[in-house]
């Protein structure tokens, strides 16, 4: 299985960084998405880390060990339109498969 | 821009009424489309895969005759809930990718609401 463990929760106040944390367990990876819910939306893509390292994409960032079986998103300069859910979903030759994510909230 | 195309958005009807939703991979064919539906406050769970040509393939605990699935061209994937009940309203989403090195893009989901 995936075995995939976030944080429920989150507060983080606006114009700071927080860093979202993601460990897995799976055999065959083939990297690892991350990915943002708003309430009552659907996922939107946000990154895809294949090698180890940090990969930087705006005010968003991702990091990947694939030793560890870990990876963290890094959101910075938070802003209130933040506030969301995010699904770190780890790939296998199969569809992505979600857990419950870490609810993100943003307080001014 | 959108990548996949949901419709409808929304969808309220009475118990015993069958609801197709659509899905449409806009400007790259899809052999395989995949559907989730996601309860309040839960995660989203995998249904089903939609294979191009062929019977969807579906999760343990799904329902292949509750939840029809039809993926009859490259570019549509089609959901039919069947005799719907209200146990059955959720928020349905597809999904599709490019190829399967490709990140899945979903589209906006449907609610579906039954009365």
């Known amino acids: 299985g995936q075995n995939i463990d976030q944080p429920t929760e989150m507060t983080a106040t606006e114009g700071a960084i927080v860093q979202i944390n993601c460990t897995y367990q799976t055999s065959g990876f083939n990297g690892l998405f991350w990915y943002q819910q708003h309430a009552g939306e659907a996922p939107t893509f946000l990154s895809y880390?294949?090698?180890?390292g940090l990969e930087e994409k705006g005010r968003f960032s991702s990091f990947l060990s694939r030793s560890k079986g870990y990876s963290y998103l890094l959101l910075k300069e938070l802003q209130m339109k933040d506030s969301a859910s995010y699904l770190c979903a780890p790939k296998k030759n199969t569809p992505l498969v979600f857990g419950k994510g870490t609810r993100l909230s943003v307080i001014a | 821009g959108a990548v996949v195309s949901q419709h409808p958005s929304r969808v309220i009807c009475k118990s015993g009424t069958s609801v197709k939703i659509e899905c449409r991979s806009l400007d790259f064919q899809a052999t395989t489309m995949f559907w989730y539906r996601q309860f309040p406050k839960q995660s989203l769970m995998l249904m089903a895969t939609s294979n191009e040509g062929s019977k969807a393939t579906y999760e343990q605990g799904v329902e292949k005759d509750k939840f029809l699935i039809n993926h009859a061209s490259l570019t549509l994937s089609t959901l039919t809930v069947t005799s719907a009940h209200p146990e059955d309203s959720s928020f349905y989403i597809c999904?599709?990718?490019?190829?399967?090195?490709?990140?899945?893009?979903f589209g906006d989901g449907t609610r579906l609401s039954i009365l």
């Open positions: 880390n294949v090698l180890d």
């Open positions: 999904s599709a990718y490019r190829d399967s090195n490709q990140p899945q893009h």
